[in-house]
Each structure stands twice: as structure tokens, then as C-alpha cells.
């Protein structure tokens, strides 16, 4: 009961740190940083739904992504609408797609289901690339509009920006928490565990697979209509990369894969590294923050497969001993 309590204290302090982040640190990159922590947080909760709980390990998750940001745009661009309701509009676009995908592709198993999904974000990207009406390879540049919440554009401060940002990592955050402690989660996980286990369970298994992509699918494509309207230019390079699925993978697998908090800590590890190698390397660096996160996934792989949450585990274990 003490050691529930003290987590939910610890956990009420951090939320208030965060809070107050962009009243003690007001020169931009700071908070550009947070933004981008909260931004790949949310998406790496969000693929942990489907890789972590389900175990269905997807390098595909570029294509929610990008139909999230193009959705939002090319509503705002060609009907004037909210990015709002195109956020949401994208959403639910997104989860029509994770059936179409799910469907064939959920007849494979292991590494054939991640090469699936591989190949599945390269068409995607390749079709997107070649589609006049929607930019193809030139891109889109969001119109400068008005600053203002229903617009979600803020040229004079990124402090909107951080909030709005903070809020889907709240929402995904929650989503999380329910499906770990729900009976919904205790069937991914029955999944990942031993697929004929749960069948012979009786667990529907396509189905609930369809549920965790879903899900998945859905906040991924809300984090892309956030990014479309954080840097106002989208084009299938910069929304659709196989390099943005794998960073997701990546930053979900070194925190800890299905459970809550491993994919934030992940974020709150890698994201930094590449910021700062950014900015102290410039282009001539590039790749060095893949380098290190390369290195880290192998250390982590051979010495705690369960991600820093494990260890973290492990080192209370070993105390409590």
C-alpha cells in the first residue's frame, strides 16, 4: 500500500514538473526538445500496443504516421477544415487501414509478418511520392494561418505547441493503462505468450490482433497530424521512412516492451541523443545518433532483454534480496 502510494506521489510530482517545464526553460530549443520527447513517447505507447502487448512486431507504423498528416493537410488545404476534425478524421482513416493491412498480413507470423509490413510502408511511400493531387514528391506547405487554438498554428511561441503535445502523451499515457489493466490486455498479452495457448483459450486471435493495431494505428496517426502542423511542410520523405517505424521500434524496445512506462523512458534516452548529435555534428553527423542507438540496443539485447525497465527491476530485486 506504501509503495502504491509513494508511486502515485512520485508520479503527481513529475506531471507538475512537466507542467511547469516551459515557465523555467523559455529559450525554444529546450522546448522543442520536450515536444519532440512527448512526440516520439506517444508514438512509441502507441506502436508498444501492438509490438509490445500483442507481440506482433511492425516496421510499418510510417504509414499511420503519414496518413495522419496528410489527412489533417489536405483537409485544411482543400476544404478549409479544422485540423482538429481532420486530426480525428485521420484517425479513424488509419484504422480503416490497419484492417486492410491486418488482414492479409496477420496470416503471417514472426519475421515474415515484420517484412511484411516493410514492404507495405515502402508502397505506401512510393505511391505517395507519384500522387499529384496530394503534392507527390514536391511535398505540401501548410498555409500560414492566423494563430489561434482551432487553427493549431502558434508562430510567436512553441508554448501551445508543448501543451497540445503533452496532452496527446497524457492521452496515449492513459490508453495505455487501460489496456494493461484490462481484460483487453491480458489477451494481447495471451497472444504474444503462446498463440495456440490462447487459441486454445478460446481467444479469438485475428481479432484481438486486429484490436491491437487498431488502437495502435489510431494514436499513431493522431501524433502525424500533430507533427504536420508542428513543422507546417509535410512530403513522403519526411512522414513516410522506413527510418521513422524503426526509431518507434527502437524507442519502445530500449525502455522496455509491453509495459507502461518503457517506451517514455526510451524516449526520454534516445531522443535527446539525437537532438544534441544534430546540433553538434550538423549534417556531417548524421547517422551518429543511429550509431548510438545501435550501440545501446545490443548492450541492452544481451544484458536486459526487457529493455531499462527490466534492469530497473532487477537492481529493486536484487535490494530487496
Known amino acids: 500500500m506504501g509503495e502504491k502510494k509513494n508511486r502515485w506521489i512520485w508520479l503527481a510530482i513529475g506531471a507538475l514538473l512537466l507542467l511547469i517545464y516551459p515557465f523555467f526553460l523559455t529559450l525554444p530549443f529546450p522546448r522543442h526538445l520536450m515536444i519532440m520527447i512527448f512526440l516520439y513517447a506517444s508514438l512509441g505507447l502507441a506502436w508498444n ?12 507504423h510510417a504509414v499511420y504516421f503519414g496518413a495522419g498528416a496528410y489527412t489533417s493537410t489536405l483537409m485544411l488545404m482543400k476544404l478549409g477544415v479544422t485540423p482538429w476534425i481532420g486530426m480525428i478524421v485521420g484517425g479513424f482513416i488509419s484504422v480503416g487501414l490497419a484492417f486492410i493491412i491486418g488482414y492479409p498480413s496477420f496470416k503471417l507470423a514472426g519475421h515474415y509478418f515484420a ?7 515502402e508502397i505506401a511511400q512510393q505511391w505517395m511520392l507519384n500522387w499529384d493531387w496530394a503534392g507527390a514528391a514536391v511535398g505540401l506547405t501548410l ?22 503535445a503533452f496532452g496527446i502523451f497524457s492521452l496515449t499515457i492513459l490508453a495505455t493503462y487501460w489496456v494493461d489493466r ?10 504474444k505468450g503462446d498463440l495456440e ?5 478460446g481467444i479469438n486471435v485475428a481479432r484481438y490482433k486486429f484490436y491491437a493495431l487498431a ?5 499513431t496517426s493522431i501524433c502525424g497530424s500533430f507533427y504536420a502542423q508542428y513543422v507546417l511542410f509535410i512530403d513522403p520523405d519526411s512522414v513516410f521512412p522506413l527510418m521513422l517505424s524503426i526509431i518507434v521500434c527502437l524507442v519502445a524496445t530500449l ?14 534516452i534516445l531522443i535527446p541523443i539525437s537532438e544534441f548529435t544534430r546540433i553538434q555534428f550538423g549534417g556531417g553527423g548524421k547517422g ?6 545501435g550501440f545501446l540496443i545490443m548492450v541492452i539485447s544481451i544484458y536486459q532483454p526487457f529493455g531499462v525497465i527490466g534492469l530497473s527491476k532487477r537492481f529493486k530485486k536484487k535490494e530487496s534480496e
Open 182 to 191: 484490462s481484460k483487453l490486455g491480458y489477451y494481447f498479452k495471451a497472444i
Open 143 to 164: 498555409p500560414i494561418l492566423p494563430e489561434s487554438f482551432l487553427n493549431m498554428e502558434f508562430h510567436t511561441s512553441k508554448v501551445p505547441y508543448y501543451y497540445i
Open 255 to 268: 525502455g522496455g516492451v509491453g509495459t507502461v512506462w518503457g517506451p517514455v523512458i526510451g524516449a526520454f
Open 115 to 121: 517484412i511484411a509490413t516493410i514492404a507495405i510502408g
Open 197 to 201: 495457448g490462447a487459441r486454445s483459450l
Open 288 to 293: 551518429t545518433d543511429l550509431i548510438i542507438y
Open 215 to 219: 488502437l495502435s494505428a489510431f494514436f
Open 49 to 60: 500496443m501492438i509490438g509490445g502487448y500483442a507481440g506482433q512486431i511492425s516496421l510499418g
